[in-house]
């Protein structure tokens, strides 16, 4: 029998028994309470899993028994947990729901196939009597990807790609690996790394995520400066549809019409289930360290970044946070020995009474560097020069192995704030390097005004973490004591603000969080008319009975209003 396949706990983020250590951090409840503005705390945790009613399970038993002639029974799962578990994503809204145990939705039926032949089967029955099936990862999506509903009522199946979890082979001449779909990031790399290779994608959800839910949603991970982003990695694919398998060659380039391995990239399983992939990977590198930088402001960093790309020098990793981001992570230190709390007090001191560095507007900038011995001393000389020209102090190796330690742990402060009642999530976007500071500017005071509307003291941070040739990503975190009895929509109209800002002063909609349903209002605006109308020709001509994750990318009549913002909600908070 196939090992039981791991997910993250129903109500948050991480394995059971993960949390946010608060005690190993001191500073960051105190900085959080003062910003936000909390003087009393109220404490809202999960309800039981006990306590919550789940609706009841349809059964569409033609499809079943078409089913289960095909697949072991060991390979479907109705029990409450499992349905629990896959009913939702990780978004602000998936989980300030679940958390009230406000489940209105679940997959009537979980299914774990563990080949191609059983996704065809499935896909196949699911397709012949009309049952919805959403494709399922690591479930740490958080754009509504995988609500589990169905405006039809039909039988909601989700299908687990856990159990497809293998590396299948490693062409170690031409460094491209054929993997399957449903391996954790951890697993994969493990198994990659075996075989002397990397894929080089570390998204920060890695732990929590999978090969196929990267390429569904069009990911980005950490080191996306050095190895591009996933749509860059991706040589060949299969994925099955509802109108049949589609598969591409693995061929390094070609020009045979429409790209069809880019239909399928971000597709967010309305098309079909991505089965098979074959990937560039790369060899490891013989060295890799990180380090901490501290610059005098945001436009210097900005700058200092700008000139690595136009002098082709980008380190592996480029993180800059603007100074609200710079302070939360100076919140987020771990607690230290006497000792090494003095050395710390006086490089404060070197920093601002020798480097004149204001720490109110001061931004930290977390790099990697890695590769052969002599090629990573020249990179990290020559980007060194380049940073210290634009005004940035180095502060060595500390801040870049606390970061190296602590970089999949950020989810969990949102578990910990939402123990607290608070409002926080993040957007994020793209644009070009001639509008970036403007954008920042322009988003950054548009979610402030909205907190402010909700009645609410307003945190706004940004960081830049994925550098392009003609400009760069930006990652908004924001926070807000809650407006009590209208927490929902408080939530969604900040996040309205957030996008409206994106696409009003020439952002994307999404760098890489997907569209799914929370992005679904201004996919339109964001695609065109005329790119929506041949997404949706697309649809129709994969999968004609919209059985694939419907409600996802594809916005109804009244977007906003089925979004779940009102115009009565939109009034409250905006009124003098």
């Not at 009841?56 to 002639?69: G, I, M, N, S, V």
């Not at 949603?217 to 080191?223: D, K, L, W, Y």
């Not at 002098?311 to 981001?325: A, E, G, Q, S, W």
């Not at 940035?392 to 402060?413: I, V």
Request: with cysteine; aromatic share 8%; net charge neutral.
């Amino acid at each position: 029998m196939p090992a039981e396949v791991k997910h993250m706990k129903w109500w948050g983020w991480g394995d059971e028994g993960a949390s946010f250590d608060i005690s190993d951090r001191p500073g960051v409840w105190p900085y959080l309470a003062t910003q936000l503005g909390i003087t009393e705390t109220e404490m809202t945790p999960p309800v039981t899993f006990e306590s919550i009613q789940l609706p009841a399970a349809k059964r569409h038993e033609q499809f079943l028994t078409d089913a289960r002639r095909a697949l072991k029974p060991d390979q479907f799962r109705d029990d409450k947990m499992e349905r629990l578990v896959h009913a939702a994503g990780k978004s602000f809204r998936d989980l300030w729901r679940l958390r009230r145990g406000l489940v209105s939705h679940a997959p009537d039926l979980v299914v774990y196939p563990e080949s191609e032949a059983d996704v065809v089967a499935i896909v196949t029955a699911a397709h012949s009597h009309e049952v919805v099936l959403i494709p399922f990862g690591g479930g740490s999506n958080i754009a509504g990807c995988l609500e589990s509903k169905d405006a039809y009522g039909r039988m909601v199946v989700s299908l687990d790609m856990g159990r497809m979890n293998r590396v299948l082979e490693v062409d170690a001449h031409s460094l491209v690996a054929r993997l399957q779909p449903g391996a954790l990031g951890d697993d994969m790399e493990a198994q990659l790394q075996s075989h002397g290779v990397t894929l080089g994608h570390f998204p920060d959800s890695f732990l929590h995520s999978t090969l196929g839910g990267w390429i569904a949603t069009r990911s980005a991970g950490m080191q996306s400066d050095k190895y591009g982003k996933i749509e860059d990695m991706v040589v060949s694919l299969r994925m099955v549809t509802p109108s049949g398998t589609i598969v591409t060659r693995t061929v390094p380039k070609c020009s045979n019409g429409i790209d069809v391995n880019h239909l399928c990239i971000g597709s967010e399983g309305i098309l079909g289930v991505i089965t098979e992939a074959a990937m560039r990977v790369h060899r490891l590198p013989e060295r890799k360290a990180y380090y901490g930088y501290l610059f005098p402001d945001f436009e210097s960093g900005v700058a200092a970044v700008y000139e690595c790309v136009r002098r082709d020098l980008m380190p592996v990793i480029t993180r800059l946070n603007d100074p609200f981001k710079t302070q939360l992570s100076f919140a987020f230190k771990q607690r230290t020995t006497p000792f090494k709390q003095r050395i710390a007090n006086a490089m404060k001191w070197y920093l601002r009474h020798v480097k004149r560095i204001d720490f109110a507007k001061c931004c930290m900038m977390i790099t990697a560097f890695e590769g052969e011995p002599a090629a990573f001393r020249q990179r990290r000389a020559e980007v060194n020069d380049i940073y210290r020209n634009h005004g940035a102090a180095s502060l060595g190796d500390s801040p870049g192995r606390s970061f190296e330690k602590s970089k999949y742990d950020f989810p969990h402060l949102r578990d910990f704030v939402m123990d607290r009642g608070i409002i926080a999530d993040v957007s994020e976007t793209a644009t070009v390097w001639s509008n970036l500071l403007n954008l920042h500017a322009k988003t950054s005071d548009a979610i402030a005004q909205a907190i402010r509307d909700t009645g609410s003291p307003p945190w706004v941070g940004c960081h830049v973490s994925h550098n392009y040739h003609a400009g760069a990503s930006l990652y908004f975190t924001f926070g807000a004591a809650p407006h009590r009895g209208r927490e929902l929509e408080q939530y969604l109209y900040v996040k309205k603000a957030a996008e409206d800002a994106f696409l009003k002063h020439g952002g994307t909609l999404s760098h890489h969080h997907a569209v799914g349903t929370e992005h679904l209002p201004w996919i339109e605006e964001d695609l065109s008319p005329a790119g929506l109308h041949a997404v949706r020709a697309l649809k129709t001509g994969l999968d004609p009975k919209n059985i694939m994750n419907p409600g996802k990318i594809l916005p109804g009549k009244n977007p906003i209003a089925e979004w779940g913002l009102s115009a009565k909600a939109i009034h409250v908070f905006r009124k003098p």
